[in-house]
């Protein structure tokens, strides 16, 4: 059972540089999110998708973008890398949105100098 | 005052005890409760979901719901060292506008001593 998986794992970035982070699920859910978590900050939300075809903006969306490719991918791009997206990554899908459980990737642990 | 609040801790037990680890939340039609166990580098892992009041057991665990006094918390039996980790409480609020994105607290984090 794979469930949820992410790829990098780790990443190095210089500033102004570009990454897509990939997510894959084999559960069949229908929601998946993007969230990083930085220490004291907590999980944050970046953006989600609802169902297939959906996207919508978390808490903190600024200086990303996503994209619902299927059902199964969700992928999470940095078009322009800062030091303040030093982050470690989490991709989560659940059933549904919100009600139901989340289940998480891996995560990527990522740096940007 | 924060939507959903954890003591961070540490909480410290000996192997063996009870651990009670507590969550408050602020908006009274939450609906869905979940707690999660996320050790030290590690992604989160569900735990437990609670949808309505009272107890919910699952082997060590037991989820307990209060929407009256708006808590949610985890009672872990017979703390093993191996439960030494960072547990995170999620609510879903489900008031308008919110109803798709679960509130996270910042995790209470627990030790248990051998």
């Known amino acids: 059972n794979a469930g949820v998986t992410q790829t990098p794992k780790f990443q190095v970035l210089k500033t102004g540089q570009s990454m897509t982070l990939q997510c894959a699920q084999d559960m069949n859910h229908n929601s998946m999110y993007w969230y990083r978590q930085d220490p004291g900050m907590g999980l944050r939300l970046i953006y989600y998708?609802?169902?297939?075809?959906?996207?919508d903006k978390g808490e903190v969306p600024n200086g990303y973008n996503v994209s619902r490719l299927n059902k199964r991918e969700f992928s999470l791009r940095l078009e322009s890398a800062a030091p303040s997206q030093t982050s470690v990554y989490f991709c989560?899908?659940?059933?549904?949105?919100?009600?139901?459980?989340?289940?998480f990737g891996q995560g990527t642990r990522l740096t940007v100098v | 005052q924060k939507e959903v609040e954890q003591n961070s801790g540490p909480l410290s037990v000996p192997e063996g005890a009870i651990a009670s680890l507590n969550c408050t939340y602020s908006d009274r039609v939450s609906q869905s409760f979940f707690w999660y166990r996320q050790y030290s580098g590690k992604s989160p892992e569900l735990i437990m979901s609670?949808?309505s009041n009272g107890d919910k057991e699952d082997g060590r665990f037991t989820a307990q719901l209060n929407k009256a006094s708006q808590y949610v918390s985890l009672l872990i039996r017979d703390s093993q060292p191996s439960d030494s980790a960072t547990y995170l409480c999620?609510?879903?609020?489900?008031?308008?506008?919110?109803?798709?994105?679960?509130?996270w607290g910042l995790g209470t984090s627990l030790a248990v001593n051998p």
């Open positions: 998708s609802a169902s297939e075809g959906t996207t």
């Open positions: 999620a609510v879903n609020p489900r008031n308008a506008g919110n109803n798709r994105k679960l509130i």
């Open positions: 989560a899908s659940s059933e549904v949105t919100g009600n139901t459980e989340a289940f």
């Open positions: 609670i949808y």
